[in-house]
């Protein structure tokens, strides 16, 4: 099986499109597709004295922080528009838009370097010591 | 503050996700006199809307002010009536000399937060914790408070142990259905139900609903428009504006059925580590299969959840 993507928004003009917020929720929702942040969660991020974020979501409490991805990597959104019928047929992908930082929220918990989440950016670092040059 | 329309302006000030206190001043003759304190609190049952805890105190000797005012059981005066006290409570000369009061409006998100902490915060200990703060903060701005007298809906005898616990030097009266035997918890109950009643009247919906407290009623469960509310004004993924409390069952049954489906980690999940169990006696002597299994990835990866995946082209 081959995945192709396909960039549309190459000559895009507008770099924002590759710069959107994005929010990382401690929960699995099955939803897939639009959702109203701006109406619904956006109006409740309080950022405290220290810098850290709290919020709510389906009234559990949210701690967060905003995480930056490491230089030279970031985020690209993708959509297939109808997923072949078979395993092995070929997949296509368009891209369509994504982020260089987001907001990593918990479920009642200071985020910390102990999150799986952060922790696995350290592959990053360690996969460059044994695969760089 | 010296009208309702005050205390609407000051309510929409506030943040309506948190919890905030509003308060009087204190009277001087507070200051000086012993004074007898009354606490109760409003809507502690609805599906909608923020629960209201009030106090209110004045001088023992002072008490035939609270009956001049009508404080009285307070479910048996109409909204109205209730309104027309208060009122009287931030305008009448003879009541501002003698009689104080605060209030704390803990918000439908404060109170589903809390119910939906790691570790629960019941309705009982964030009422409790209410009721101990506001007693604490009138005691701290001066009130010279001898005798407390708290109205509660579950088992007195425990919450007269723990408050007298905390205030070893007041006489401390915890009873069912006080509000209609004291007239000072009927004065803290009266601020609390109007507070609340304006809260919901000048309710703000930061999700940007335009609607007004006529279209979503009382906020109990039994009553049809709040019902409607409950029904129809669903987001699928956020579930409700935050006027909702999601941890009343009302809310989290409708959203079981008409919302995403939503699932937060487990707490401790006490099924964890049982299965691998000791091993019977008897699987010792059979005869075992190798069983193939996939190689296992190093716990480094394991930990940070990664997994190799197929490249892009």
């Given at each position: 099986m081959s995945i192709l993507v396909e960039n549309?928004?190459?000559?895009?003009?507008?770099e924002d499109i590759f710069e959107q917020k994005s929010h990382y929720i401690p929960c699995k929702i099955e939803q897939d597709g639009s959702a109203n942040v701006k109406k619904y969660f956006d109006p409740y991020i309080v950022e405290n004295n220290s810098q850290e974020l709290s919020a709510t979501f389906r009234g559990h409490p949210l701690d967060g922080t905003q995480i930056t991805f490491p230089e030279g990597y970031r985020a690209v959104l993708v959509t297939e528009t109808k997923r072949p019928l078979t395993e092995d047929a070929e997949r296509k992908f368009q891209v369509t838009g994504g982020f260089k930082n987001f907001t990593y929220w918990n479920w009642d918990k200071k985020p910390s370097k102990n999150d799986d989440l952060c922790k696995a950016m350290d592959w990053i670092e360690i996969a460059e010591a044994i695969h760089g040059d | 503050m010296n009208s309702l329309q005050e205390l609407q302006a000051i309510i929409k000030s506030k943040d309506n996700f948190t919890k905030f206190v509003i308060n009087s001043e204190v009277p001087a003759v507070c200051k000086n006199e012993p004074c007898m304190l009354g606490v109760d609190e409003a809507g502690?049952?609805?599906?909608?809307g923020p629960m209201v805890y009030g106090v209110s105190y004045c001088p023992l000797n002072r008490k035939s002010i609270l009956e001049e005012l009508g404080c009285a059981d307070s479910k048996a005066l109409t909204e109205a009536k209730r309104d027309e006290i208060f009122t009287k409570m931030l305008t009448e000369e003879d009541s501002l000399n003698n009689v104080g009061w605060a209030v704390e409006v803990i918000s439908p998100n404060y109170i589903s937060n809390s119910m939906y902490r790691r570790a629960k915060c019941s309705l009982n200990e964030v009422s409790m914790n209410s009721a101990i703060d506001l007693i604490k903060k009138a005691a701290e701005s001066g009130v010279n408070i001898t005798e407390v007298y708290v109205d509660t809906v579950g088992p007195p005898e425990k919450y007269q142990t723990k408050l007298s616990e905390i205030f070893p030097s007041y006489k401390i009266t915890v009873a069912k259905k006080a509000d209609s035997i004291y007239p000072i918890v009927s004065a803290a109950s009266i601020v609390a139900k109007v507070t609340r009643d304006h809260a919901l009247k000048v309710w703000h919906f930061n999700e940007g609903l335009q609607l007004d407290h006529t279209e979503f009623g009382s906020g109990y469960p039994g009553d049809p428009l709040t019902k409607k509310f409950i029904r129809d004004r669903i987001d699928n993924v956020f579930g409700y504006p935050l006027l909702v409390r999601f941890s009343w069952s009302t809310a989290e049954l409708m959203l079981q059925e008409k919302a995403a489906a939503c699932t937060f980690e487990d707490v401790d999940?006490?099924?964890?580590?049982?299965?691998?169990?000791t091993k019977t006696i008897s699987s010792f002597f059979t005869l075992k299969t190798e069983d193939s299994k996939p190689r296992k990835r190093h716990k480094f990866f394991e930990e940070r959840h990664l997994s190799t995946c197929t490249d892009f082209d």
């Amino acid at each position: 099986m081959s995945i192709l993507v396909e960039n549309n928004l190459i000559k895009n003009e507008n770099e924002d499109i590759f710069e959107q917020k994005s929010h990382y929720i401690p929960c699995k929702i099955e939803q897939d597709g639009s959702a109203n942040v701006k109406k619904y969660f956006d109006p409740y991020i309080v950022e405290n004295n220290s810098q850290e974020l709290s919020a709510t979501f389906r009234g559990h409490p949210l701690d967060g922080t905003q995480i930056t991805f490491p230089e030279g990597y970031r985020a690209v959104l993708v959509t297939e528009t109808k997923r072949p019928l078979t395993e092995d047929a070929e997949r296509k992908f368009q891209v369509t838009g994504g982020f260089k930082n987001f907001t990593y929220w918990n479920w009642d918990k200071k985020p910390s370097k102990n999150d799986d989440l952060c922790k696995a950016m350290d592959w990053i670092e360690i996969a460059e010591a044994i695969h760089g040059d | 503050m010296n009208s309702l329309q005050e205390l609407q302006a000051i309510i929409k000030s506030k943040d309506n996700f948190t919890k905030f206190v509003i308060n009087s001043e204190v009277p001087a003759v507070c200051k000086n006199e012993p004074c007898m304190l009354g606490v109760d609190e409003a809507g502690r049952g609805p599906v909608l809307g923020p629960m209201v805890y009030g106090v209110s105190y004045c001088p023992l000797n002072r008490k035939s002010i609270l009956e001049e005012l009508g404080c009285a059981d307070s479910k048996a005066l109409t909204e109205a009536k209730r309104d027309e006290i208060f009122t009287k409570m931030l305008t009448e000369e003879d009541s501002l000399n003698n009689v104080g009061w605060a209030v704390e409006v803990i918000s439908p998100n404060y109170i589903s937060n809390s119910m939906y902490r790691r570790a629960k915060c019941s309705l009982n200990e964030v009422s409790m914790n209410s009721a101990i703060d506001l007693i604490k903060k009138a005691a701290e701005s001066g009130v010279n408070i001898t005798e407390v007298y708290v109205d509660t809906v579950g088992p007195p005898e425990k919450y007269q142990t723990k408050l007298s616990e905390i205030f070893p030097s007041y006489k401390i009266t915890v009873a069912k259905k006080a509000d209609s035997i004291y007239p000072i918890v009927s004065a803290a109950s009266i601020v609390a139900k109007v507070t609340r009643d304006h809260a919901l009247k000048v309710w703000h919906f930061n999700e940007g609903l335009q609607l007004d407290h006529t279209e979503f009623g009382s906020g109990y469960p039994g009553d049809p428009l709040t019902k409607k509310f409950i029904r129809d004004r669903i987001d699928n993924v956020f579930g409700y504006p935050l006027l909702v409390r999601f941890s009343w069952s009302t809310a989290e049954l409708m959203l079981q059925e008409k919302a995403a489906a939503c699932t937060f980690e487990d707490v401790d999940d006490p099924g964890k580590g049982k299965s691998k169990s000791t091993k019977t006696i008897s699987s010792f002597f059979t005869l075992k299969t190798e069983d193939s299994k996939p190689r296992k990835r190093h716990k480094f990866f394991e930990e940070r959840h990664l997994s190799t995946c197929t490249d892009f082209d």
